[in-house]
Each structure stands twice: as structure tokens, then as C-alpha cells.
T-cell receptor
Framework: QQQVKQSPQSLIVQKGGISIINCAYE??????FPWYQQFPGKGPALLIA?????SEKKEGRFTISFNKSAKQFSLHIMDSQPGDSATYFC????????????FGGGTRLMVKP | GAVVSQHPSWVICKSGTSVKIECRSL??????MFWYRQFPKQSLMLMAT?????????EQGVEKDKFLINHASLTLSTLTVTSAHPEDSSFYIC?????????????????FGEGSRLTVL
């Protein structure tokens, strides 16, 4: 059972554009929603995370939007750069479960110069 | 952020041999570490949860006798792939929970190692 659904699977954006990746979850016990960035051959790196008590969190060019009622959250990358080209994973976990994350399927982002 | 180190970063072995992968939290203590497996162009699949001083908890479908996990200290967990076969070839990634400060508050943050690529010939 895929508890976190991520879309699109791949995304091509021009330099300077906005990259948007969406995730939807099913488990209402989830209360921690991080996004990870992964470059080829490397482990995932935490990019930004949000908890359900806020609807938006911004860190630099990266923004998470969270819709609790719809059980959806998204990552927006503003002014996308070629260096942002990577695979992005959304994830979710119930904090009480010791950070046992459930990952989305991943989105391969390519930012064209 | 906290640093998690994995070793080796890549390993090639013959079918039938065993391979050990180490996961260390370098600047923090991790009572819980997680082991993931990732196939090319796919997401991370949780294999097991490693708890310091106790037996690991394996996800459904993961053979505990094939993937031996030991978490002997608060900074080290090991994954041993026993009697490796070509289908075990994959990218193995560990992660560790960061418990912040004296209150051991759960910040929710999970830090990942750089991964270990296993190729079984």
C-alpha cells in the first residue's frame, strides 16, 4: 500500500522557473512532512520540513505548502537553477513512531540552462 | 546538520560471500537507526529499524537471516548481507534519528548516510 503518492515522476523546468512537486498521504497519523534532495550516487539530504500546525514554510528558494484537510503537501522551488537538478522525495512520519519515514516515489527534476 | 557516515561507499563481491556495511553517527548519539534499500530510479524502501541494545525490527518481506543488523552502540549500526546473490545488488542507505539536547526531544529530523553501493557478481 503506497501511503505517500508523489507526482510528477519527472519534471523539466527552465532556469529561473518554478518547480512544483506534489504529494498526497493517506495516514492521518502522519504529523511530520520532510522533503529530501538526492543527487546520483549519494544519500538523501534533508531540504525542508513542515508540521501540520502551519500551512506554509519557506526557506530561501524552497517553500512547502501544506493542506491538512486535503492531506496534501507540495514543494515549490523558486528561481530554479541547473544545480537544483536532482531527485526529490517527499516523506511523512508520525513523530511518535521514532521517525519511521514513508517515502513518496520520487521526482526527477531537470533544470535546463 | 548532523553527520552520518557509511562505509564502504561501494563494494563488489562474489556470489555466496558476506558483506558488512557500517553506519556511524559522527557527532551525535542515535538510539535508532534505519536501513533502506534503493534500486535504480526508485524510491527508498525501509528494510529494518535498528535499536541500540536490542534486536532489529524488520519490515515485511525482508529476510532477517539474510540481512543481519547489529546496533552495538549509540553511534554504530551494521548491516551484513549474508550469502550475497546478484539480486542483492543495490544501494543501501542508513539513517539516524537526531535526538536534540538534554531532553532528548524528538526533532523529527532524520539524517542519512552517503549510501553503500553493493554489486554482487
Amino acid at each position: 500500500q503506497q501511503q505517500v503518492k508523489q507526482s510528477p515522476q519527472s519534471l523539466i523546468v527552465q532556469k529561473g522557473g518554478i518547480s512544483i512537486i506534489n504529494c498526497a498521504y493517506e495516514n492521518t497519523a502522519f504529523d511530520y512532512f520532510p522533503w529530501y534532495q538526492q543527487f546520483p550516487g549519494k544519500g538523501p539530504a534533508l531540504l525542508i520540513a513542515i508540521r501540520p500546525d502551519v500551512s506554509e514554510k519557506k526557506e530561501g528558494r524552497f517553500t512547502i505548502s501544506f493542506n491538512k484537510s486535503a492531506k496534501q503537501f507540495s514543494l515549490h522551488i523558486m528561481d530554479s537553477q541547473p544545480g537544483d537538478s536532482a531527485t526529490y522525495f517527499c516523506a511523512a512520519s508520525p513523530l511518535g513512531a521514532g521517525n519511521m519515514l514513508t517515502f513518496g516515489g520520487g521526482t526527477r527534476l531537470m533544470v535546463k540552462p | 546538520g548532523a553527520v552520518v557516515s557509511q562505509h564502504p561507499s561501494w563494494v563488489i563481491c562474489k556470489s555466496g560471500t558476506s558483506v558488512k556495511i557500517e553506519c556511524r553517527s559522527l557527532d551525535f548519539q542515535a538510539t535508532t537507526m534505519f536501513w533502506y534499500r534503493q534500486f535504480p530510479k526508485q524510491s527508498l524502501m525501509l528494510m529494518a529499524t535498528s535499536n541500540e541494545g536490542s534486536k532489529a525490527t524488520y519490515e515485511q518481506g525482508v529476510e532477517k537471516d539474510k540481512f543481519l543488523i547489529n546496533h552495538a552502540s549509540l553511534t554504530l549500526s551494521t548491516l551484513t548481507v549474508t550469502s550475497a546473490h546478484p539480486e542483492d545488488s543495490s544501494f543501501y542507505i542508513c539513517s539516524a534519528s537526531y535526538l536534540a539536547g538534554a531532553r532528548l526531544a524528538n526533532t523529527g529530523e532524520l539524517f542519512f548516510g552517503e549510501g553503500s553501493r553493493l554489486t554482487v557478481l
